[in-house]
């Protein structure tokens, strides 16, 4: 293979790179602030749950994860969700930047204040109101930059799926790295791409944040 054919033929895997990244952010996304907001505002026994799963999962290595539930769960004791080495590391990777969003999510919380809450229930709103209409719009703002950084992690970690079988870029190098024996350009040209698909986005959400924190003087 020319370094042409290596570099179109890794392409290929891109889709499928992106799908778990995006899938598992968005997992993450559902999982993140509902976490951060319990922590924050709910009682004891919630907030020590929420701090152990966060623990969990920040602190067990993605690898670990992905195999037990695709080896364990999946192959070994037959639940059919987790037969499918695609969805087995889009939901680990899930699991993880729900841990990974709650804490940026309640971080975003605490840059707010107490104030803006106090001044939404005494125009009358409820609590939950309060969370949805004046809290929740100001977090997003405020978590944008660490959001970026979250989605650069897991288009990263999205590579430990090569090792359950997932056809993405990684897998697509170590293929050609084992039909070509060429165990040089296939990683380089990955290796860029992985910095194409990650510091764009990142970047751009970085100053996005920045410049919308500065207009609304959050």
Same mark, same amino acid.
């Given at each position: 293979m020319t370094p042409i054919e290596e570099l179109l033929y890794i392409l290929e895997g891109v889709p499928t790179t992106l799908a778990i990244s995006i899938l598992s952010f968005l997992f993450g996304l559902i999982l993140g602030i509902p976490l951060a907001f319990l922590r924050e505002y709910m009682g004891k026994s919630l907030r020590i749950l929420v701090d152990i799963y966060e623990k969990f999962f920040r602190t067990v290595p993605e690898l670990v994860l992905m195999l037990f539930f695709y080896l364990g769960l999946g192959l070994s004791l037959g639940i059919s969700l987790f037969k499918d080495a695609f969805f087995s590391a889009t939901f680990v990777l899930g699991l993880r930047s729900g841990a990974n969003?709650?804490? /940026?999510?309640?971080?975003? /919380?605490?840059?707010? =204040? *107490?104030t803006q809450m106090l001044v939404a229930r005494s125009l =009358? $709103?409820? !609590? $939950?109101?309060? /969370?949805? &209409?004046?809290? /929740?719009?100001?977090?997003?703002?405020?978590?944008?930059?660490? $959001?970026?950084? *979250?989605?650069?992690? $897991?288009? !990263?970690?999205?590579? &430990?799926s090569f090792i359950l079988g997932v056809i993405d870029m990684m897998k697509k190098a170590d293929i050609i790295r084992k039909t070509t024996l060429d165990m040089v350009f296939p990683y380089i040209a990955t290796a860029f791409l992985y910095i194409i698909l990650t510091f764009p986005i990142a970047i751009y959400l970085d100053k996005w944040g920045g410049r919308k924190k500065k207009q609304l003087g959050l």
């Amino acid at each position: 293979m020319t370094p042409i054919e290596e570099l179109l033929y890794i392409l290929e895997g891109v889709p499928t790179t992106l799908a778990i990244s995006i899938l598992s952010f968005l997992f993450g996304l559902i999982l993140g602030i509902p976490l951060a907001f319990l922590r924050e505002y709910m009682g004891k026994s919630l907030r020590i749950l929420v701090d152990i799963y966060e623990k969990f999962f920040r602190t067990v290595p993605e690898l670990v994860l992905m195999l037990f539930f695709y080896l364990g769960l999946g192959l070994s004791l037959g639940i059919s969700l987790f037969k499918d080495a695609f969805f087995s590391a889009t939901f680990v990777l899930g699991l993880r930047s729900g841990a990974n969003q709650s804490q /940026i999510f309640r971080g975003a /919380i605490r840059g707010i =204040g *107490e104030t803006q809450m106090l001044v939404a229930r005494s125009l =009358g $709103l409820s !609590k $939950l109101q309060a /969370i949805f &209409y004046v809290i /929740i719009p100001q977090t997003f703002i405020i978590a944008t930059p660490g $959001l970026g950084s *979250e989605y650069a992690l $897991l288009v !990263k970690d999205s590579a &430990y799926s090569f090792i359950l079988g997932v056809i993405d870029m990684m897998k697509k190098a170590d293929i050609i790295r084992k039909t070509t024996l060429d165990m040089v350009f296939p990683y380089i040209a990955t290796a860029f791409l992985y910095i194409i698909l990650t510091f764009p986005i990142a970047i751009y959400l970085d100053k996005w944040g920045g410049r919308k924190k500065k207009q609304l003087g959050l």
